[in-house]
Nanobody, 127 residues
């Protein structure tokens, strides 16, 4: 059974930090691009960051560049999103997703390429 288990969300004050985890199982994790998307109330889902497990290529959206860091733990088949200097506008449900594709350093994995979605984890940043 394919699973992407997202965790680590919570309530934090502006300027604080959270680390999201995405634990994968049931598919060849090493061949996939793992992405983080978020959806705020009343807004469309947007891509935040992604990492290619094949070659380590990473992408960050302009809204999080310099504040968020994506990484992966080979031994645990887990991808992390370290979120620092959080802002109220980062409040959203965060989803991790897997895609069997190739990405360029300047590209977020498109939703049309996603093969597997995890459940969301809520991040709330208070001002």
């Amino acid at each position: 059974e394919v699973q992407l288990q997202a965790s680590g969300g919570g309530l934090v004050q502006a300027g604080g930090s959270l680390r999201l985890s995405c634990a994968a199982s049931g598919f060849p994790f090493d061949d996939y691009v793992i992405g983080w998307f978020r959806q705020a109330p009343g807004k469309e889902r947007e891509g935040v960051s992604c990492i290619s497990r094949r070659d380590g290529t990473k992408f960050y959206s302009d809204s999080v560049k310099g504040r968020f860091t994506i990484s992966s733990d080979d031994a645990k088949d887990t991808v992390y999103l370290q979120m620092n200097s959080l802002k109220p506008e980062d409040t959203a449900v965060y989803y991790c997703a897997g895609a069997w594709t190739v990405i360029a350093p300047s590209e977020m994995v498109p939703e049309s390429e996603i093969d597997y979605w995890g459940q969301g984890t809520q991040v709330t940043v208070s001002s």
